[in-house]
């Protein structure tokens, strides 16, 4: 498995791009890249050209996260402005808009299915779980606190939940806190099942691995990337490699790699069986803060595809084979 650098946009946005996800292909047209950036833009691309589709703007302050609804139709933005807009893939035509207070919106991700969107809530210590029918909150899985804090603990409040990811089944759902903990939910029960141990810093990045629902890869500012049996509760394996840290993390849609983002400037290929970065590419010339393979469909599609953005405005696409 290798990753080779097919193009790269500079200036791709205005300003420091944070978020980037696939929107899936449809019937009517291949999979799209999605970008959101500080410009307080949304762009998609095609994907093998990265030829600009279009700027979806209506945000007021800049893009901290972006979302594709599994059936490629729809896709949301959150905001820094506190609100999740919804809309259209093809016409940009806003569906829904969902509003948090400031500073209570990071990642998010739509359920397999695509009948919720979870969305990581900040400082509300909390993951709402809107029902993408209506774009009513179903419900909110509260993360818990730490027990009987210490006067001086300075870091008893740091429960601020920074990302989130669904088992490929949509069963579970794990949530990445800036003190380094991921809780694990029963969604179907909206009941905390457990938390994770093994980073000492923010987790800002989860992805399940797409062949095993058990298997939880986790990025942390500790420069570690952690591999979680989610239902047995044990770290598994971690791995190092990046010098700063690891902003991003997705895994292969055939599961036998994953691809990390790092403020070091580089973007990593790891083996799993190997358990060890075996590929560093340095398109980037300021920190990483998004990595997304494509996922698999749409009409003759038969090449692995990476995507990559960062702080210096500039979006990449690399072939993963």
């Known amino acids: 498995m290798k990753l080779a650098g097919l193009k790269s946009i500079e200036n791709a946005h205005e300003d420091s791009v944070w978020a980037a996800t696939w929107v899936p292909a449809t019937e009517d047209r291949p999979s799209l890249l999605l970008t959101g950036s500080l410009d307080e833009t949304v762009k998609l691309w095609r994907a ?8 979806n703007t209506g945000h007021s302050l800049g893009v901290a996260a972006v979302a ?5 139709i729809i ?3 959150s905001s820094l402005d506190s609100f999740v807009r919804v809309f259209d893939v093809d016409t940009n035509a806003t569906i829904a808009v969902l509003e948090a207070p400031p500073s209570e919106v990071w990642g998010m991700q739509f359920e397999p299915m695509g009948t919720i969107l979870a969305v990581a ?12 029918a209506s774009w009513r909150i179903l419900s909110t899985l509260s993360i818990p606190r730490p027990e009987a804090p210490k006067p001086s603990d300075k870091t008893s409040s740091k429960k601020f939940v920074l990302s989130v990811a669904w088992s490929p089944n949509g069963k579970r759902l794990a949530c990445g806190s800036m003190d380094g903990t991921i809780c694990v939910f029963d969604v179907e029960r909206s009941k905390l099942l457990h938390q994770l141990e093994g980073h000492n810093m923010p987790v800002r990045s989860l992805v399940f ?9 986790s990025g942390s500012d500790d420069g570690h990337v952690n591999m979680h049996d ?3 509760k044990t770290l598994v394996g971690s791995m190092s490699g990046h010098t700063s840290w690891v902003l991003s993390v997705d895994a292969s849609p055939d599961g036998g790699a994953i691809a990390t983002g790092s403020s070091d400037r580089t973007v990593r290929l790891w083996d799993l069986k190997m358990r060890a970065a075996i590929q ?7 920190q990483v803060w998004s990595v997304a393979f494509r996922p698999p469909g ?12 960062s702080d210096d405005k500039s979006v990449s696409l690399y072939d993963y084979s």
């Open 48 to 55: 093998d050209e990265l030829d600009l589709v279009r700027t």
């Open 68 to 72: 594709a609804h599994p059936s490629g």
């Open 75 to 77: 896709a949301a933005s």
């Open 121 to 132: 809530g900040g400082s509300s210590a909390s993951v709402k779980l809107w029902d993408t």
């Open 209 to 217: 691995s797409p062949v095993d629902p058990r298997v939880l890869f």
């Open 230 to 232: 989610a239902e047995g």
């Open 280 to 286: 560093t590419m340095s398109n980037h010339n300021d």
């Open 298 to 309: 749409g009409t003759g599609v038969r090449a692995g595809r990476l995507a990559s953005v």
